[in-house]
Every structure is written in structure tokens, then in C-alpha cells.
């Protein structure tokens, strides 16, 4: 059974930072897109950011600037950095996986940012 790892959520204020992890099995990380995805209480799951095996990335208009994604092979694991965060990016973000047509994905990491 694949499993993505998450941790790093939590409550930050406004203008603050956050670090999200995921951490996955080698065989699915070495050849999966890895990517971050977020989704509000009554909305839809949206990209935040992506970042393929060979590093290319692809980020929300609504977190360039801001957020980072970055992956580490050796670990296995894949990072959201996220700075200056607003209260608008509170949300539940969940940790993707996809190999072609198949994607996998974690449980979810609450962010809160409080104004």
C-alpha cells in the first residue's frame, strides 16, 4: 500500500512561515511528479505547486513569490516552503503523488494562518 507521510501544519500568524513535508517510498518517489494541493472547508482541491523528477516546477499564481517546493531524493521527500502566509491560505494541503494516470495521495496537513 503506498503511503505519503505529511507533517508540518499548524497555526502560524500572518506574515509567518511554514514548512510542509512529505515523505514517500523510493519506488514511487524516483518516478512520481510530486506535488502540493490544498483544499478549504465547502471548495475544491486546487495545485498549489508541483515539481517533477527532474525538478521542473510549476506553482498557483496565487503562491509565487512565496511558496517553494523542492524535492530530495536521498530522503525520499518533497517540501513546501511557505512564507508570508495570509489568512487565505488556510486550508487542509495534501500531498500528491502521480505516476502517469495514477495518482496517490496523503491525509492532509492543516495550515491555519490567523490575521
Known amino acids: 500500500q503506498v503511503q505519503l507521510v505529511e507533517s508540518g501544519g499548524g497555526l502560524v500568524q500572518a506574515g509567518g512561515s511554514l514548512r510542509l513535508s512529505c515523505r514517500t517510498s523510493p519506488d514511487i518517489f524516483s518516478s512520481a511528479a510530486m506535488g502540493w494541493y490544498r483544499q478549504a472547508p465547502g471548495k475544491q482541491r486546487d495545485l498549489v505547486a508541483v515539481?517533477?523528477?527532474?525538478?521542473?516546477?510549476n506553482y498557483a499564481d496565487s503562491v509565487k513569490g512565496r511558496f517553494t517546493i523542492s524535492r530530495d531524493n536521498a530522503a525520499n521527500t518533497v517540501y513546501l516552503q511557505m512564507n508570508s502566509l495570509k489568512p487565505e491560505d488556510t486550508s487542509l494541503y495534501y500531498c500528491?503523488?502521480?505516476?502517469?494516470?495514477?495518482?496517490?495521495w496523503g491525509k492532509g496537513a492543516l495550515v491555519t494562518v490567523s490575521s
Open positions: 515539481i517533477t523528477v527532474s525538478g521542473t516546477t
Open positions: 500528491n503523488a502521480r505516476r502517469g494516470a495514477i495518482s496517490y
